[in-house]
């Protein structure tokens, strides 16, 4: 280094320690391609840090130094004495970077701060059940029939990378389901282990004390909480030994799971989280060994509120490559009853809202147009502060810090959230894929939309009403339509039948929140047959008029339709492929208008979504409002917290 540069270093050194010493700035930097720069090693088992911190610091006049490498292109960059998002900034006029953004906190969905989930802390253990996995039924509309599903695949073969706090493995119904996987963390205070990045995925426990919180540092912002066994459940939904005789089954039948740890204490950083993403699907992270089980799966029950236009710049091209790979990526929705959070809002993700047992949205899930499908995320039902009647059951841990007895939750200590909806869809789609492994991720969400059961639009509550488009109030139980919660309820039956046809119909419309008089186009041109077949027909028939369409005019893979008032219309396609194979699907499709009566919606194990759906989240009726405050003044909290620190856990 010349006597030049090294004065330059000396002196923004010495001016960011002026500043404000204690400020840490995390970056995540991509370098062009076609500059100088040279790629970083991707060596597996090499340990090397990336070496670009030096020559960034010589061009901008900033002293920096190198963080963990995520791909051959792109490592993370510190500096202290200003923001991350001051950082970025700089670093983003640099000519040989393609893009400079805060290395953010995710956090795992935890459960509302409601005084409902205290109370029940130390009360005894009542049994719950899986009605989540059975077939739904007239007062049980959201239950997914996993059992249909599971008489058509089981899940052998296929790997579902579940990227969240690590494991137990030792649980009794997760010992025989679960490769190695890695830990990603590369933060030690928020690792918890005494190490960063390692082959250890296990789960140390992610508490956060009092001490921590007044520490600061990894912890700014952060609330004191007990461990939450996060991973262990999610990965319990998903994969859990099913017909072992013991305990619970999970979605995915034999699926194996693959943990990768990216949340620790406090949650965990994008740049380890989009590195596992990259690592599960087979993408050589320097310094981490290959992965010998790449997986057609990626469930991130994880996510904090959006921020502003780079909330995606980095996750985008990694959950483009696990598309390319031929994996999906499957993320909750988020649980404060605002918009659909980060990263389940970027492009190519499958974002999952949750529903209440009646399939109304639950209160606290997120929603927007960004959804794709809804699936059960448990709820109580209960006005008097005693067991939650319609909680998930999965895999857990009963340490409050330290690991402890290995167990499941239950009424009492129930897992709630967005978070476990997510799963859901996750070990349906494991299930697709061992039905049909040629399936490609465009197959897999079309089968998946395709076959999702009408969301329900009627009720005997006349203080439910439809879902509206987001905003800055959070959103109580409402019904859904398909642009808030997505194209309707999870039937992992029909999804996987649609995936074992190797044919699936689906239905999209021009415009999805329509107006009496305009006329509406809906297509089936989203419909999948397996390659090399083709769809050779589309059968057009309306359902129910809803007294507001009496016809509608087929032309192919479109037909239109004008309605003459606000309310709901059915209608149904049935798919014919080159093989003579057929699948069919209905669509219900909701008018707009004031004084809307809308009709009850039919529902079908193959029936599209696009309906209404209006889950209600109720700790006590009484209690639903101030959870929705206390979710809603501890988001504010959250934004407030001082970039990267951008956001905290989630509602389970």
């Given at each position: 280094?010349s006597?030049?540069?090294?004065l330059?270093?000396?002196?923004a050194?010495?001016s960011?320690?002026?500043?404000d010493?204690?400020v840490?700035?995390?970056?995540i930097?991509?370098?062009?391609a076609?500059t100088?720069t040279q790629?970083?090693?991707?060596?597996?088992d090499?340990?090397a840090?990336?070496?670009?911190?030096?020559a960034?610091s010589q061009?901008?006049?900033l002293?920096?130094?190198d963080?963990?490498?995520?791909?051959?292109?792109t490592?993370v960059v510190h500096a202290?004495?200003?923001?991350?998002?001051?950082?970025a900034a700089?670093?983003?006029?640099d000519s040989?970077v393609?893009?400079?953004v805060?290395?953010?906190?995710?956090?795992?969905s935890v459960?509302p701060?409601?005084?409902l989930?205290?109370a029940?802390?130390?009360?005894?253990?009542?049994?719950?059940?899986?009605?989540?996995?059975?077939?739904?039924?007239?007062?049980?509309?959201a239950?997914?029939n996993?059992?249909g599903?599971?008489?058509?695949?089981?899940?052998?073969?296929?790997?579902v990378a579940?990227?969240?706090?690590g494991?137990?493995f030792?649980?009794?119904d997760?010992t025989?389901k679960?490769?190695?996987?890695?830990?990603?963390?590369?933060d030690?205070p928020?690792?918890?282990?005494?190490?960063?990045r390692?082959?250890d995925?296990?789960?140390?426990g992610?508490?956060?004390?009092?001490a921590?919180?007044?520490a600061?540092g990894?912890?700014?912002g952060?609330?004191?909480?007990?461990?939450s066994?996060?991973g262990?459940q999610?990965?319990g939904?998903?994969?859990?030994a099913t017909?072992?005789?013991?305990g619970?089954?999970?979605?995915g039948?034999d699926?194996?799971?693959l943990?990768?740890?990216?949340?620790g204490?406090?949650g965990?950083f994008?740049s380890?989280?989009i590195a596992a993403?990259?690592?599960?699907v087979g993408?050589?992270v320097?310094?981490?060994p290959?992965?010998?089980?790449p997986?057609?799966?990626?469930?991130l029950?994880?996510?904090s509120a959006p921020?502003g236009?780079?909330?995606c710049?980095?996750?985008d091209?990694?959950i483009?490559?696990a598309?390319a790979?031929g994996a999906?990526?499957?993320?909750?929705?988020?649980?404060?009853g605002?918009?659909?959070n980060?990263?389940?809002?970027?492009?190519?993700?499958?974002?999952v809202?949750?529903?209440?047992?009646?399939?109304?949205?639950?209160?606290?899930?997120s929603?927007?147009?960004?959804?794709s499908?809804s699936?059960?995320?448990?709820?109580?039902?209960?006005?008097?502060?005693?067991?939650?009647q319609?909680?998930?059951l999965t895999?857990t841990?009963?340490?409050t810090?330290?690991p402890?007895?290995?167990t499941?939750?239950?009424?009492?200590?129930?897992?709630l959230?967005?978070?476990f909806?997510a799963?859901?869809?996750a070990g349906t789609?494991a299930?697709?894929f061992?039905?049909?492994?040629g399936?490609?991720?465009?197959n897999?969400l079309?089968?998946?939309?395709?076959?999702?059961?009408?969301?329900?639009?009627s009720s005997t509550?006349s203080?439910?009403?439809?879902c509206?488009?987001p905003?800055?109030?959070a959103?109580?139980?409402?019904?859904?339509?398909?642009?808030?919660?997505?194209?309707g309820?999870?039937?992992?039956?029909?999804?996987?039948?649609?995936?074992?046809?190797g044919?699936q119909?689906?239905v999209?419309?021009?415009?999805e929140?329509p107006?009496?008089?305009?006329l509406?186009?809906l297509?089936?041109?989203?419909?999948?047959?397996?390659?090399?077949?083709?769809?050779?027909?589309?059968?057009?028939?309306?359902?129910?008029g809803g007294?507001?369409?009496?016809a509608?005019?087929?032309?192919g893979?479109?037909?239109t339709a004008?309605?003459?008032a606000?309310?709901?219309?059915?209608v149904?396609?049935k798919?014919?492929?080159?093989t003579?194979a057929q699948?069919?699907?209905t669509?219900?499709?909701?008018v707009?208008?004031?004084?809307s009566?809308?009709a009850?919606a039919?529902?079908s194990?193959?029936?599209?979504?696009?309906?209404?759906?209006?889950?209600?989240w109720l700790?006590?009726l009484?209690l639903?409002?101030?959870a929705?405050?206390?979710?809603g003044e501890?988001?504010?909290?959250l934004?407030?917290?001082?970039?990267p620190v951008a956001?905290?856990?989630l509602p389970r």
């Amino acid at each position: 280094m010349s006597f030049m540069a090294a004065l330059l270093l000396a002196g923004a050194a010495a001016s960011a320690s002026a500043a404000d010493a204690t400020v840490s700035a995390r970056v995540i930097v991509k370098f062009k391609a076609s500059t100088a720069t040279q790629a970083l090693s991707v060596k597996a088992d090499t340990l090397a840090v990336p070496r670009h911190a030096q020559a960034l610091s010589q061009r901008i006049g900033l002293a920096l130094t190198d963080g963990r490498a995520l791909d051959s292109h792109t490592q993370v960059v510190h500096a202290q004495g200003l923001s991350s998002a001051q950082l970025a900034a700089r670093l983003a006029q640099d000519s040989e970077v393609e893009y400079a953004v805060v290395d953010q906190r995710r956090q795992i969905s935890v459960a509302p701060n409601d005084p409902l989930y205290a109370a029940g802390q130390t009360a005894s253990t009542p049994a719950v059940g899986q009605w989540y996995l059975r077939a739904p039924t007239a007062s049980v509309l959201a239950a997914i029939n996993a059992e249909g599903a599971w008489a058509k695949a089981n899940g052998a073969g296929v790997v579902v990378a579940v990227l969240d706090t690590g494991v137990r493995f030792d649980h009794p119904d997760l010992t025989t389901k679960l490769y190695p996987g890695y830990d990603f963390i590369s933060d030690a205070p928020t690792a918890n282990d005494g190490d960063v990045r390692d082959s250890d995925a296990s789960d140390p426990g992610d508490w956060v004390s009092s001490a921590d919180v007044a520490a600061g540092g990894s912890f700014t912002g952060c609330t004191a909480e007990d461990s939450s066994w996060h991973g262990t459940q999610t990965a319990g939904l998903i994969g859990a030994a099913t017909n072992n005789g013991i305990g619970m089954a999970g979605v995915g039948g034999d699926v194996m799971v693959l943990p990768l740890r990216v949340l620790g204490k406090c949650g965990g950083f994008d740049s380890d989280i989009i590195a596992a993403m990259n690592w599960a699907v087979g993408v050589a992270v320097p310094g981490v060994p290959a992965n010998t089980h790449p997986a057609k799966v990626l469930n991130l029950s994880l996510g904090s509120a959006p921020v502003g236009a780079s909330d995606c710049v980095a996750y985008d091209p990694a959950i483009a490559t696990a598309n390319a790979k031929g994996a999906i990526v499957v993320v909750s929705a988020g649980n404060d009853g605002l918009v659909i959070n980060v990263p389940a809002k970027c492009s190519g993700a499958i974002a999952v809202a949750g529903v209440r047992h009646a399939g109304t949205k639950v209160g606290y899930s997120s929603l927007g147009p960004q959804a794709s499908i809804s699936a059960p995320a448990g709820n109580c039902v209960t006005t008097t502060g005693g067991p939650c009647q319609f909680a998930l059951l999965t895999t857990t841990n009963s340490g409050t810090t330290v690991p402890a007895t290995n167990t499941y939750s239950n009424a009492l200590n129930p897992s709630l959230g967005t978070s476990f909806s997510a799963p859901m869809v996750a070990g349906t789609a494991a299930l697709m894929f061992s039905a049909q492994p040629g399936m490609t991720p465009a197959n897999v969400l079309a089968a998946l939309q395709g076959s999702a059961r009408t969301f329900p639009n009627s009720s005997t509550d006349s203080t439910v009403s439809a879902c509206k488009a987001p905003s800055a109030t959070a959103q109580d139980e409402c019904f859904c339509t398909a642009t808030t919660c997505g194209a309707g309820l999870l039937d992992a039956s029909a999804a996987v039948a649609g995936a074992s046809l190797g044919v699936q119909a689906r239905v999209t419309l021009s415009n999805e929140a329509p107006s009496p008089s305009q006329l509406i186009t809906l297509s089936g041109a989203s419909s999948f047959a397996l390659s090399p077949r083709t769809i050779t027909s589309y059968q057009w028939s309306l359902v129910s008029g809803g007294g507001v369409v009496t016809a509608i005019a087929a032309n192919g893979a479109t037909a239109t339709a004008t309605p003459t008032a606000a309310g709901r219309f059915i209608v149904s396609l049935k798919v014919t492929d080159a093989t003579g194979a057929q699948s069919t699907t209905t669509r219900a499709v909701d008018v707009q208008g004031s004084g809307s009566t809308q009709a009850p919606a039919a529902t079908s194990s193959s029936g599209g979504g696009g309906g209404a759906l209006g889950p209600m989240w109720l700790l006590g009726l009484g209690l639903g409002v101030i959870a929705l405050a206390l979710l809603g003044e501890r988001n504010r909290r959250l934004q407030r917290a001082a970039v990267p620190v951008a956001a905290r856990r989630l509602p389970r």
